[in-house]
């Protein structure tokens, strides 16, 4: 059973970095696209990022595209979103989400891991 656990998460100033990792345990985690979703208060999920499973060029929401990288690290299963330049408007639960094996991308509607999502807090 795959299982993701994040973690990061926090109350930062306008401007500040923050990274958030996610570890996959209970499977091949070079198998799955990895990615993160988040949620503010009020509002629905979002996709932010992702990177496939092979690799290769991640994509990201136009909302955050030049501030947050996602990278990921085979050799440790991990994934992380590094969000540079955090305004206000990025203040959610951010969600990391793993695609079943050999999948090209993460899709809510598809059969997906989810893990429990860490609070990223940014004040003005």
Same mark, same amino acid.
């Given at each position: 059973q795959v299982q993701l656990v994040e973690s990061g998460g926090g109350l930062v100033q306008a401007g500040d970095s923050l990274r958030l990792s996610c570890a996959l345990s209970g499977g091949t985690f070079w198998k799955h696209t990895m990615g993160w979703f988040r949620q503010a208060p009020?509002?629905?999920?979002?996709?932010?990022? $992702?990177?496939? $499973?092979?690799?290769?060029?991640?994509?990201? $929401?136009?909302?955050?595209?030049g501030r947050f990288t996602i990278s990921r690290d085979n050799a440790k299963n991990t994934v992380y979103l590094q969000m540079n330049s955090l305004k206000p408007e990025d203040t959610a639960v951010y969600y990391c989400a793993a695609s079943l094996p050999f999948r090209a991308r993460v899709d809510p509607d598809d059969d997906m891991y989810w893990g429990q999502g860490t609070q990223v807090t940014v004040s003005s």
């Open positions: 009020g509002k629905e999920r979002e996709f932010v990022g $992702a990177v496939r $499973a092979n690799g290769g060029s991640p994509d990201y $929401a136009d909302s955050v595209n």
